[in-house]
Each structure stands twice: as C-alpha cells, then as structure tokens.
Antibody
Framework: EVQLLESGGGLVQPGGSLRLSCAASGFTLSSYAMSWVRQAPGKGLEWVSVISGSGDNTYYAGSVKGRFTISRANSKNTLYLQLNSLRAEDTAIYFC????????????????WGQGTLVTVSS | EIVMTQSPDTLSVSPGERATLSCRASQSVGSNLAWYQQKPGQAPRLLIYGASTRATGIPARFSGSGSGTEFTLTISSLQSEDFAVYYCLQYNNWPPYTFGQGTTLEIK
C-alpha cells in the first residue's frame, strides 16, 4: 500500500526556517518524481515544487523560488522541503504528492497524497 | 502560466440527482487534465486523469470529458459521500502545474 507521511510543520516567526519531511512507503521512491503542494487555510491548492526521481532536476513556483529548496534521499525513502525566509503568506498545509507515472520524470497527475503538515508563520 | 477557471463556485444538488462541474483552461492543455475530490481535513483524492480515465477504485458514477480548453466532471447520481470540494489540475504546460479555484458541491 502506498503511503506518504509528512512531518516537520509548526509555528515559526516571519523570516524563520523550517524543514519538512515526507516519508514514503509501499513503492520505490526513486522511480517517481515527487511534488509539494500547499493549501492556505480555507483556500485552494497551490503547487509549490517538483523534483525528478533521481533528484537531479527541480522546479519551483514563482512565489517560493529562491526561498524554498526541494530535495530527496531515495535511500531513506524520504522527500524534503527546506523553507527559508518564511512569510505570513506561506502559512498553509503542505502536502507531498507522487507523480502518476513510474518514469522518474514529471508531467503527470498526482496520484497519491500525504495527509499534510501545517506550517504557521506568525510572530 | 495557464489559468484554470472552474464553474460554478458552488453547486447545490439533491442526492440522487446529476451534478455537472466545469473547468476551463486559458490555453490548450490537450487531455492532461485531472480531477480531485477533497473533503474537510483530508488530502485531495484523485478521481480522473487524462481528462476521462477513472483512477483506481473510483466509482463509475464519476466521469470526465473534454479536451483542449473545456472539461467537465459529471457525477451521475449523487451519493451523500460525494458532497465535497472538487478541483481540476492541468499538467500539460509546467512549471507551474496549476489548479482551478475549486467547486463546492453542497446538498440542496
């Protein structure tokens, strides 16, 4: 059974940093591109970042580029998102999601999602 | 960036009736369009991908159609568990992947 479990969320002050983790099980992580998607309280879904199966290629939404870094440790079955220079508008639930094709490349739907971890940016 | 616009924002339908949700893309996305269902406090659940292919375990009452810029999600006979928020996602032209703003399907 495919499972994704996020952790690392919490309350952080503006300008602070946080590292989110997504533990994957039930499939070979290296075979899939992975994304982070966020959802501000009461709002819709916003794609944040994607990383290829090998970790060699990454892309970011304009709203987080230069502040967030996506990475992965396939040997540990874990995906990461480093959040720096956090702003109030980054407050959201952060979901990790698996790309729908086992090619290691991106460009497909997100077929499995974790339950999310809440990041709150406030003084 | 491709903008995805869903309509209506809120749809009120009685159980047992048909619901039709729409999603429009600002430029063609081919058939690279997915639909998701999200209930309060839960992660989104994949319903449809490739515009019309049901995901594993999704009941046959859910169907998707369309291509290019106009897409439709139809729920043929609404069950109580179908009342939720629905999002479309385009994955044709990225980055960024873009979602619609969501349609809330509520009980009439």
């Amino acid at each position: 059974e495919v499972q994704l479990l996020e952790s690392g969320g919490g309350l952080v002050q503006p300008g602070g940093s946080l590292r989110l983790s997504c533990a994957a099980s039930g499939f070979t992580l290296s075979s899939y591109a992975m994304s982070w998607v966020r959802q501000a309280p009461g709002k819709g879904l916003e794609w944040v970042s994607v990383i290829s199966g090998s970790g060699d290629n990454t892309y970011y939404a304009g709203s987080v580029k230069g502040r967030f870094t996506i990475s992965r440790a396939n040997s540990k079955n874990t995906l990461y998102l480093q959040l720096n220079s956090l702003r109030a508008e980054d407050t959201a639930i952060y979901f990790c999601a698996r790309d729908g094709l086992p090619t290691g490349w991106y460009g497909a739907e997100f077929d499995y999602w974790g339950q999310g971890t809440l990041v709150t940016v406030s003084s | 960036e491709i903008v995805m616009t869903q309509s209506p924002d809120t749809l009120s339908v009685s159980p047992g009736e048909r619901a039709t949700l729409s999603c429009r893309a600002s430029q063609s996305v081919g058939s690279n369009l997915a639909w998701y269902q999200q209930k309060p406090g839960q992660a989104p659940r994949l319903l449809i991908y490739g515009a019309s292919t049901r995901a594993t375990g999704i009941p046959a009452r859910f169907s998707g159609s369309g291509s290019g810029t106009e897409f439709t999600l139809t729920i043929s006979s609404l069950q109580s568990e179908d009342f939720a928020v629905y999002y479309c996602l385009q994955y044709n032209n990225w980055p960024p992947y873009t979602f619609g703003q969501g349609t809330t399907l509520e009980i009439k």
